[in-house]
């Protein structure tokens, strides 16, 4: 047994069973030993950004990690965009990252790169193999990373002679290197006081993040709202979110600075849990930089390294909100409706509401035209969402392959701007072979828009012609329907609210992937 196969079997052994890859020369020998071992799915993208959004994808709707397989520190360069969203989104993942043989680093060949020192802003935990008989242990070791609470970016680097020279699989433990922590007991009581009081109450706020806006956490935090008479936001992009009919349906603080500003105008107390402080996403002239008032106290009862549940069910018996109705619980509302007309971002929410089949999942990328879909979703089916949280473009359309691939039984769909599925528009060619069940909308704006809107933002005029030839996709425009039929994804283009319904109703009653660029 070779290294490469001791990796494969300590892969399958800590349940790693997909591998997302784009492999090259220095990884044959891998290539060779998954070609053995039937029982890893093997999903290969066209370009390393897909690779590592798939995996991201992947652990936030399965729960566990993928490993990827990259090609030598360009590779990895390729995919370093999506595995910033993926640690931003405290995903697990195993990067297996080729290397030259170790007798030929010192020739300084072509490719040759610092791995480590690519790897390490966008991993938390980097290790570069340098024996054989280390393959397996050290892989035992990433998976134990990526399997911590929260999930980590373990990225292990893989000498070609490491791979082919002969190794022993050994037995090796596969707990994860961190679990999650109980709940801060003088906190948890500090906040409860404050809810407790009518007056301190209607002045705190809490702020759910990471797994606190999964179904069970969001229940609790409705009956502490309705028990006390605090407010409660999500975090603008969560890593993953249940929300849709019978279910607590928490907003999300505004996306840009001066409206999450004027949402927590009158806030005393901000409650972080799962969360962290919000700041604005980035600096502007004569604009804040955090958005809670200046004289409000920031309490963390809780970080994503807690047991979040835990903490809410604790906060929920401490105030005596176990038998109340959760505030914001979306029970009664009549079936989404919409007016036909020319789709616009405060419509197309009602369309997709209406057509969203059940238990769907929700990849969310549509950054300028999704800001006003939350109002919509509290009428949609019951489902999932996870959106790009770290703020690299790019990330949709992978994130969707591997959601797909962690639930094949359930719907995806992939709401996208234009502008950010063109970093990846590869996916689609992987949808269409793994025949994954994906439908994809194309927010077809023709425009770079929130770029627009950030000109402005920064006090920049109004675009002349070179800024408009960096922020519009025209001259030529680009033809979704031709690159979605090329990539073997069927594609239909609509510009009104009706021609969406029908076109979204249909994708998502039809098996395999398909493609609908809405022109808006």
């Known amino acids: 047994m070779n290294g490469s196969q001791a990796m494969v079997r300590t892969l399958l052994a800590g349940g790693v069973d997909v591998c997302f890859a784009n492999p090259g020369t220095s990884e044959m020998h891998f290539v060779a030993a998954l070609d053995q071992a039937t029982e890893m799915r093997c999903v290969l993208g066209l370009f390393e950004g897909v690779v590592t959004g798939a995996a991201d994808g992947y652990y936030r709707i399965a729960g566990k990690p993928a490993a990827t397989l990259l090609h030598l520190g360009p590779g990895l360069g390729n995919g370093l965009a999506n595995l910033h969203n993926a640690k931003r989104a405290h995903s697990g993942i195993v990067n297996i990252i080729g290397q030259h043989g170790l007798d030929h680093l010192h020739n300084n060949a072509p490719l040759h790169s610092d791995i480590e020192g690519v790897a390490r802003p966008m991993s938390d935990w980097v290790k570069t193999t340098v024996t054989a008989t280390d393959a397996a242990a050290d892989t035992a070791l990433a998976i134990s990373q990526a399997r911590s609470q929260p999930g980590r970016i373990a990225s292990l680097i893989l000498p070609a002679n490491c791979a082919w020279e002969q190794a022993d699989p050994g037995q090796y433990s596969f707990e994860p290197a961190q679990k999650a922590a109980p709940p801060l007991k003088q906190t948890l009581e500090k906040v409860a006081k404050l809810l407790s009081d009518p007056e301190t109450a209607k002045t705190t706020t809490l702020l759910l993040g990471d797994n606190a806006m999964l179904a069970d956490n969001t229940w609790l935090a409705g009956q502490i709202v309705a028990k006390s008479g605090c407010r409660v936001f999500a975090e603008p992009r969560s890593r993953r979110s249940q929300r849709g009919r019978g279910r607590v349906n928490i907003r999300p603080l505004p996306f840009p600075i001066d409206g999450a500003v004027k949402t927590l105008a009158g806030t005393k107390h901000l409650v972080l849990i799962g969360a962290t402080t919000p700041v604005a996403f980035f600096a502007y002239p004569d604009k804040p930089r955090l958005a809670a008032p200046p004289d409000c106290e920031v309490i963390t009862l809780a970080t994503i390294g807690h047991d979040i549940h835990a903490t809410l069910d604790g906060l929920c018996d401490a105030i005596g909100a176990r038998k109340e109705k959760p505030a914001q619980l979306s029970d009664n509302l009549p079936a989404a409706t919409f007016t036909d007309g020319k789709p616009d971002a405060t419509n197309i929410g009602m369309v ?9 999942i929700i990849v969310d990328e549509a950054i300028t035209s999704g800001r006003q879909l939350p109002d919509s979703f509290p009428y949609a089916p019951e489902h999932d969402c996870i959106d790009i949280t770290g703020g690299a473009i790019g990330f949709g359309l992978p994130a969707a392959v591997g959601a797909a691939v962690a639930a094949p039984d359930r719907r995806v769909l992939a709401l996208v701007g234009d502008g950010a599925a063109m970093y990846t528009v ?66 239909v283009s609509v510009d009104t609210l009706a021609g969406f319904d029908q076109a979204l109703r249909k994708a998502n009653a039809t098996p395999g992937p398909n493609l609908i660029a809405l022109r808006i």
């Open 426 to 491: 590869q996916s689609l060619w992987t949808m269409a072979r793994e025949q994954l069940n994906v439908t994809v909308v194309i927010f077809d704006n023709r425009s770079y828009r929130i770029l627009r809107g950030e000109l402005a933002n920064m006090g920049g005029p109004a675009p002349g012609e070179n800024a408009r030839r960096m922020l519009d996709l025209d001259r030529p425009d680009l033809d979704w329907v031709g690159l979605a039929k090329a990539q073997g994804v069927p594609a």
């Open 352 to 360: 997709i509401a209406g057509a969203l089949s059940e238990n769907s």
